[in-house]
């Protein structure tokens, strides 16, 4: 697919660090497919490295401080290694401020490329080599989807699949529409045809990804939704399992709630981001929906499938949160009895309208408050899981368990990680497992 004078002559290695979400895990699948197309292998260490590719993001400022100190590290490298390309993508370099911080600071990076033209990473290598200057290329906005490039992905059995990119919601604190741009989402038929290609070479399990799938379709001028798209994907034969991130509750239709009875593929799960249970603080957040209307979602969804498991986001410390609205939001996680939850410190980001608001919350407060909010969760996310104990559930098993080889890792429908004794030739497969023991993130079992 790619031109032939894209491919390197000699025998060379890559590797690529991704930080961030499971829209940059596929993004690096994407990268490891045309670096592999260009003839490049995959390394064991940085050391034996022809090119390194950081894929970064933006969401907080822990994980771009991250990504300083990382490339701070591979100073000693590239001056022991003159010939290594370093490479930096992703949100961060979506950012002005962080382009003229590794442009001033990092002049060993080599190569500098944005989220919507991974596809000219063979060009810019190539550009690279003939100039030997650090190359830049930055698009501000695609509104064309390059449906060119395939992904090298990391398991045989469950893959991701893009549905859409970017986001048009612009909540308050976010820096994802700056760095993604405005929602698009891809046509019906490449997505159907791609999942198609994957259930025959053996995939089982398919997760849906944007930054909003609820709102699927709109940009593309036909009459087809979200939940006709999961209509058709649960159709395709081979696949077993459908999953989707992530969706935003301002945006959930009846159609889609009603999936869950409906559609016998779809997971036993809902990943639906409140962020605050406070209605003055998600109207400061721009979120476009108040805590009654999330409460109803969630009321719907538990009569359609009693059995879901449910999930969240939760940022903590939001410019002006009260103790009244950090309260709302502990007696709203009660309420919905979340399975779990990502909890996240707000953090700055620059050019965000939250970032310029008065009376942010003091360090202190903010890492108090957090840690009350793990309190809470932690002992619902043990009882429902111990309302598992005894039953038998459908687990895929994804891989040998990292600390003890004899065990396999696996997940529920719901998405629950399960610890039990097998053989690695069980990878891959869905079988029965009857659960023993539960901790508050894990279940433990055996085969049944
Ligand atoms: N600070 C903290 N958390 C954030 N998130 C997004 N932006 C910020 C920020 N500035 C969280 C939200 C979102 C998740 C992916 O990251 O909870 O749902
Ligand atoms: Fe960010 Fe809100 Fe878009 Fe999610 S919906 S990516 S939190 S702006």
Redesign the pocket.
């Known amino acids: 697919m790619r031109k032939e004078n894209d491919r390197i002559t000699e025998q060379k290695k890559y590797l690529i660090v991704t930080y961030g979400?499971q829209m940059n895990e596929h993004d690096s699948e994407k990268i490891s497919w045309i670096l592999e197309d260009m003839g490049y292998i995959l390394a064991d260490n940085r050391e034996e490295c022809d090119l390194i590719i950081y894929n970064t993001c933006a969401?907080?400022k822990t994980a771009e401080n991250r990504v300083y100190g990382q490339l701070g590290e591979l100073k000693e490298l590239k001056r022991n290694k003159p010939d290594l390309i370093i490479a930096v993508c992703g949100c961060m370099m979506q950012r002005e401020e962080v382009i003229d911080t590794i442009t001033s600071k990092y002049g060993h990076v080599d190569i500098i490329f944005g989220t919507n033209n991974i596809h000219k990473l063979p060009q810019l290598i190539s550009n690279y080599n003939k100039t030997k200057q650090m190359t830049i290329d930055i698009l501000e906005e695609n509104r064309e989807i390059d449906e060119s490039v395939d992904a090298n992905r990391k398991y045989s059995y469950k893959a991701f699949v893009n549905i859409m990119y970017g986001c048009n919601n612009f909540c308050s604190?976010?820096?994802v529409p700056y760095t993604r741009g405005r929602e698009r989402s891809r046509e019906p038929q490449n997505i159907i045809e791609e999942i198609k290609g994957l259930a025959s070479t053996g995939y089982k399990e398919i997760t849906l990804l944007g930054q909003n799938v609820n709102s699927y379709g709109k940009t593309l001028n036909i009459d087809y939704s979200f939940s006709d798209l999961l209509k058709d994907i649960n159709d395709i034969d081979g696949i077993e399992r459908i999953r989707f991130m992530?969706s935003h509750p301002k945006d959930i239709s009846d159609e889609l709630i009603n999936s869950y009875a409906e559609l016998d593929k779809l997971c036993d799960h809902l990943h639906l981001?409140v962020?605050s249970g406070s209605n003055r603080i998600l109207k400061l957040m721009n979120r476009g929906y108040t805590r009654e209307e999330y409460e109803s979602i969630i009321k719907k969804v538990k009569l359609v499938n009693p059995n879901i498991t449910l999930t969240t986001?939760?940022?903590v410390g939001f410019p002006g949160e009260t103790e009244e609205d950090f309260n709302d939001t502990l007696s709203l996680v009660k309420e919905v009895g979340f399975d779990s939850a990502?909890t996240?410190?707000?953090?700055?980001?620059e050019g965000?309208p939250?970032a310029k608001m008065k009376s942010q919350i003091d360090d202190r407060i903010k890492h108090q408050r957090f840690q009350q909010l793990l309190d809470v969760l932690h002992p619902i996310g043990l009882k429902k899981n111990e309302k598992l104990l005894g039953n038998t559930l459908k687990v895929l098993v994804e891989d040998v368990s990292k600390n003890d080889k004899t065990m396999l890792d696996g997940r529920t429908t719901g998405g629950k990680l399960v610890h039990f004794s097998g053989g690695k030739e069980l990878i891959g497969k869905i079988v029965d497992v009857k659960i023993t023991s539960v901790k508050t993130f894990t279940l433990k079992g055996v085969l049944v």
Not at 344 to 349: K, M
């Open positions: 979400c969401v907080r604190y976010c820096i992530t981001p962020q986001d939760i940022i990502f996240f410190l707000y953090s700055v980001r965000t939250a």
